[in-house]
């Protein structure tokens, strides 16, 4: 049967069913194979709170969505083209997202009367004609494993479980992807389990032949290889991308590593990886709160380690009276908030941007400290790196801002050789005949790190206020208001140190979009189609939120409206309009990420309506 192939430049898939049915893992080997096959990639998790929500509900839909093509990826799509369905309530909750002439593949053991009923379907979508603006292919995907695994013999229980390896197989077929790397990963993954590996290798290939062999699918579509710069490349999501960051942060600065954190959604997953880089001399705790977690790394400060805490917002609000002790020590400190949904619990998988003004201010008196927020998952590594180097070189703790979104979604990511990577420099007392525990360096104002063990330099440290240069408690308050000051130009110095922001298109004019953290993915695919229509506006994204660039009140007044999306209700916003006094028009959303397409028909209203609210 002759097949018709077409080129695509790119294409979003999502997979989705009950938290059970491993979406999330087949949609991770769909991406890993998307990048083996030389595409860009973009992923977005959403999954629901519950460890294992009521199967068949619409609030405990389980989805992996895959955004891949030739160049550009820098979302994870914003209209779903192929949606895999395993059952009646991934179909539902995910139709609003689908693009008319979508394909859907729908496992019809999924849409019986009761999966009907609690998708509140009053009649089966796939038999009612409701969906005649989509492709549609209906598979009884028991049915057809249960025919091809006849004469192995496997355990039923076994074969049960392949549903998702099925409906991922003919996902392959349809964008021509290759089955090695799934069959490769599933013999390491099952490894001493024969029966699991054959039934689930024998199922993929199952699933292929049958979107092969089936006249329905006409179609196979090709994604060509991407134009990367040559290298050598692998898939990281962000949490990952922090935890190597952390580990080459600590060879870079011949430093040992320590972790403390608290497993909190849905930064869990860098306490995971860290625990995987023991080898290297590692050493992570896994403490039985936050606030342990964020001290014992403050003692492994004082001992001599480059030490790291990670959490996510409702944990960095328990963090915030050791964020104070840190500052009061200068020791330098790393922690990570993974921002989710709040407030309180919130919504612990969805991500936000709610934490910008606790990162800035959550803490009680005057305590400094440099934030940063990074861009993208491999973007994390890269601001990882930069976080330890800011740490060390002021003796500050520093705050490194991703989300849930960043943190858990992957993308193609260039592996750099060490001597690649910038240099990062711990900072030791050299002297003890001249050591004094808050002498300065005169340039960067950082003071002295000396840890216990170095003779002569025995010295008080706690949150009590010190006096300038001894270190010793002081309770004066003009002693205290000169302390205070210090830590302040200390940080304020700091904005010497880090790169300017950088403008795309127009240098001044009329718009500029601003971004930061990652909204910088929407943002930007946004700013690159309406150029290429002939739009005129510009672009700038922030990474370092405390202190800003240098340029940054520059660059805002050269634009006559700055427009600002954020996952909040304004937080940048109401910093850059006190800071600078400029008015910013506001683009506001919680819950969920940014569609490139709902900036893009702001930005058009905002242009061509002159519009100032957004």
Known sequence: MTKIIEHLEEATIRFAGDSGDGMQLVGSQFSETSGFAGNEVNTFPDYPSEIRAPEGTLYGVSAFQIHFGKDHIHTSGDHIDVLVAMNAASLKVNMGNL??????????EGF???????????????EDESLSKYQVHAVDITKEIKTEVKDLNLPSKIVSKTKNIFAL??????????????????NKKFKGKDETILANIHVLRAGWNYAEKNVAFQTQYVVDRSSLSPGRYRSITGNEAVALGLVVAARKSNLPLFLGSYPITPATDILHAISGYKKYGVKHLQAEDEIAGICSAIGAAFGGSLAATTTSGPGLSLKTEAMGLAVMTELPLIIVDVQRAGPSTGLPTKPEQGDLL??????????????????SPSDCFALTLEAARIALKYMTPVLLL??????????????????????????????????????????????????????????????LEKEDGSGN???????????????????????????????????????????????YGAAK????????????????HLRYMHPFPKNLRDILSRFSRVVLPELNMGQLQLLLQGKYLKPIIGIHKVGKPFKSTELEEKLMNILHKNEILA
Do not use: C
């Not at 002439?101 to 729908?106: M, N, P």
């Not at 197989?169 to 599933?186: E, H, K, S």
């Open 402 to 463: 991703t989300d849930g979104h960043i943190g858990q979604s992957s993308e193609p990511w260039k592996v750099a050789a060490l001597t690649e990577l910038p240099e990062i420099k711990a900072h030791f007392a050299q002297d003890a005949s001249a050591f004094a525990p808050y002498k300065r360096d005169e340039k960067t104002l950082r003071r002295e790190w000396a840890i216990p063990g170095f003779e002569g330099m025995e010295h008080r440290i706690g949150g």
């Open 473 to 519: 408690v002081s309770s004066d308050s003009v002693n205290h208001e000169k302390m205070v000051r210090l830590r302040q130009h200390k940080i304020d110095n700091i904005a010497n140190d880090i790169p300017e922001v950088l403008v795309e298109g127009e240098q001044e004019g009329d718009v500029l979009l601003l971004s930061w953290g990652s909204t």
């Open 525 to 540: 695919t946004a700013f690159d189609r309406m150029r290429a229509n002939g739009e005129v506006l510009s672009f700038a």
């Open 358 to 375: 606790m990162a800035m201010f959550g803490r009680h008196g005057e305590a400094p400290m440099p934030v940063l927020a990074a861009a």
């Open 99 to 108: 693009r008319p002439g979508g394909i859907i593949i729908a496992n019809t």
């Open 112 to 126: 019986d009367e009761r999966s009907l009923a609690l998708a509140k379907y009053s009649s089966n979508p796939l």
């Open 169 to 186: 197989g003919m996902a392959y077929w349809l964008f021509n992807r290759p089955l090695d790397p799934t069959v490769n990963w599933i």
